[in-house]
C-alpha cells in the first residue's frame, strides 16, 4: 500500500502562484507515475500534469502549459505542482495519484490508471 498527503492549496487572486506537494509513504518502490488531477463542480476529474518517476518524463494538459511545473524529490518520494499566473478556471479541488503498472503501459491521463489517491487540497483563483 501507499499513502499519499497532499498540501499546499489555498485561495489566492488571478496571477497568482501555489505549490502543492505531495508526500508518499508505504511501498513506494511500487510506484511508476504520479500526478495530480483536478476536480471542478459540474465538470470530470481530469488530469493537470503527471510524471514517470524513474525517466521523469512529464506531460502537462494544454490548459496548464508554460504555468504549471511538475517536479519530484527523489523518484517516489515527495511530487510538487508549482503553479504560476493562476486563473480562476484554475479553481477545483486537487488531488495527487500514484501509480504501478497501470498507468505505465496505459494512458496515464486517465484517472482508473492510478492505483492511490490523496485526500486533496482545494486551490481558490478569484478574479
Known amino acids: 500500500q501507499v499513502q499519499l498527503v497532499e498540501s499546499g492549496g489555498g485561495s489566492v487572486q488571478a496571477g497568482g502562484s501555489l505549490r502543492l506537494s505531495c508526500a508518499a509513504s508505504?511501498?513506494?518502490?511500487?510506484?511508476?507515475?504520479m500526478g495530480w488531477f483536478r476536480h471542478a463542480p459540474g465538470k470530470e476529474r481530469e488530469v493537470v500534469a503527471n510524471i514517470y518517476t524513474a525517466a521523469g518524463v512529464t506531460y502537462y494538459v494544454d490548459s496548464v502549459k508554460g504555468r504549471f511545473t511538475i517536479s519530484q524529490d527523489n523518484p517516489n518520494d515527495t511530487v510538487y505542482l508549482q503553479m504560476n499566473s493562476l486563473k480562476p478556471e484554475d479553481t477545483a479541488m486537487y488531488y495527487c495519484?500514484?501509480?504501478?503498472?497501470?498507468?505505465?503501459?496505459?494512458?496515464?491521463?486517465?484517472?482508473?490508471?492510478?492505483?492511490?489517491w490523496g485526500q486533496g487540497t482545494q486551490v481558490t483563483v478569484s478574479s
Open positions: 508505504g511501498y513506494t518502490d511500487s510506484i511508476n507515475c
Open positions: 495519484a500514484a501509480g504501478d503498472t497501470l498507468c505505465f503501459f496505459g494512458d496515464s491521463r486517465r484517472p482508473p490508471m492510478y492505483n492511490y
